[in-house]
């Protein structure tokens, strides 16, 4: 059963989402301003039924810039697919207890520490190399879209740790989504993205897909429309494959170009088990399908990673690989690319 709570189809909202521009230079940081972080102002939600699993969102609104924290209790085996030209990332751990998702650029990977700090006060204050917890950091590049050099740091980790929740994740411009951007073909033409997130449970499986879309491609819908992202002065959107032939056919790029600094994280929890082959296989399949609803993807201008974690729960059906017979495993991957579809949507409605 589906269990994605999707907003109606007649609240989308078609208008033009035009981000702001920064002057990169002379910004106030951290220290420059008193800072409290905050649950944000979030009018969606995505329900999620995953026992164990919590997700939990803290920003700063003089960024805005955010933390989105993917926590499960007693950790995970976990496969990472990493793509693109510029990832930020800290831990890599081949097991996980959360996954800590930042805004703010390699600055903003300090909000990993918090979430450590915060489960070694939770876990007694044990330091035994048993009981340490693990947990992976990655950032997005949100500098473009506000002028200022407010970053995540631990206390901002600490807080979307202790604002978790079991039920319920915030969609739209949320967590470490709040500066998320997309289509920058030109910076004119940028639009705001955010953090999507889906839910699916079939044959006692379940699938978890959070994305934190911050892309230079644009977003794209099952029948191609472009949703978010390569906006022209018109306010109509445009295919960015448009742009990229006109490029070639006139010989000259565009005098502004796309915009640097673009990364798009994703997370996908599942109570599958797998091996630790088929963990990263499944990890490379559902990261790979993303092409279709962010266009382009994994460019030398974005940082994309895919982080996929697994409860260790529920056999697949069993299949004889000599025999070619990989329906199990590759039917399940295409049914959680599908998930992370519906998560890219849900990111940018």
Known sequence: MNRTHFAPQNDWDASPRHTDRSSFESLAVNADASLTPV????ERVVE??????????AEYAEGPTGVTVVEVEG??????DERGGAIGITG???????????GGSVHGLAAASGVTDALLEERGRRTGFGDLSLVTGACIYDFAVRDNAITPDNA????AHERRDARHVPVGRAGAGVGGSCGKMSPRSTEWAGQGAAFREFGGFKVLALTVVNAVGAVIDRDGTVLRGNVQPDGTRRHPVIDGTGLFENEQASPEGPQTGNTTISVVVTNAKLSDTDLRQLATQ???SMHRGIQPFHTQLDGDTLFLLTTDEVDLPVYNPRDGLGQSIASFGA?????MWDAIIEGVR
């Open 39 to 42: 649950p944000g102002d979030h």
């Open 48 to 57: 999620f039924d995953f026992p164990r699993v919590s997700i939990g969102v």
């Open 75 to 80: 950790g995970a085996r976990t496969a990472i």
């Open 92 to 102: 890599r751990y081949p097991f996980n207890h959360a996954i800590a998702i930042a």
């Open 156 to 159: 901002l980790g600490r807080a």
């Open 286 to 288: 559902i990261h790979s």
């Open 335 to 339: 049914i959680a690319s599908e998930v």
